[in-house]
């Protein structure tokens, strides 16, 4: 019987050593498995780091793409511009390079004009003659402004072939007189006291004696033009035409 006891004893003994081994073994195993769930779980979260980087990195490059699509536009569009301009640049040069000759020879014309014609209003289109012969020489003036100027002056030449005009002014001897200038076809003079009246000559380049009769018309004209009397028809002396044979 004791012999039994014992062998149980024994038994139970090795049982319990076989259990603590097997507890043992489990409890290293939980906490392997432990260890492996934290490495797992940090795994996780590395890579939905890693995975919300990679988002966040491809909507920057998903951005750049985009802004360097735009500004590859944006350039082509300059340099579009850019050209465009280097060539009106280019057409604004080669129109000042050919319109700098033409308003020179506006101005020899106007001068050549002014020359030529009835002697009226002597002073006033003198000075514009000498202001646009100033004027070609004039750095700080465009080629616009001078060739506004010119046209300006063409134009002032041009109203006066469709208007009559009285104005006071001196013969060269200094007598106070009345012009008279009707167009540009007719230049006439009245002294004061109408004891005395003429015409310019273009052939003479001179002032003739017209008769009295002449004289009425004059001074009707004078008063006419003046606006001291209204409106009539003029019957004047004008300078035979050229005999062009």
Do not use: W
């Not at 590395?46 to 699509?69: C, G, M, P, S, W």
């Not at 000559?201 to 001291?228: C, G, Q, W, Y």
């Amino acid at each position: 019987m004791k012999a039994f006891i014992f062998t149980l004893a024994l038994v139970a003994a090795a049982f319990c050593a076989e259990l603590d081994d097997v507890l043992k073994q489990s409890a290293a195993d939980i906490e392997n498995a432990a260890a492996l769930q934290a490495k797992i779980d940090a795994l996780d979260d590395e890579t939905k780091a890693l995975f919300d980087e990679y988002r966040r990195v491809t909507r920057e490059i998903e951005i750049q793409e985009r802004y360097n699509a735009e500004l590859e536009k944006l350039v082509a569009a300059q340099n579009a511009e850019s050209e465009s301009i280097k060539k009106q640049i280019y057409a604004v040069e080669e129109t000042t390079r050919s319109a700098l000759p033409l308003i020179s020879k506006m101005i020899e014309g106007f001068e050549s004009l002014v020359a030529y014609d009835l002697p009226f209003l002597p002073t006033e289109r003198a000075d514009r003659v000498a202001k646009l012969k100033a004027l070609t020489n004039r750095a700080d003036a465009s080629v616009a402004e001078k060739y506004r100027i010119a046209l300006e002056a063409y134009a002032i030449e041009s109203e006066y072939s469709r208007t009559i005009e009285a104005y006071a002014g001196e013969l060269e001897d200094g007598r106070a007189v009345d012009f008279l200038r009707l167009g540009r076809i007719g230049l006439y003079y009245l002294t004061r006291d109408h004891s005395e009246a003429a015409r310019y000559d273009m052939e003479r380049k001179a002032f003739v004696p017209i008769d009295s009769a002449d004289t009425e018309s004059l001074i009707n004209a004078v008063k006419i033009a003046k606006k001291e009397k209204v409106a009539d028809l003029i019957a004047l002396p004008l300078a035979a035409p050229k005999d062009k044979r």
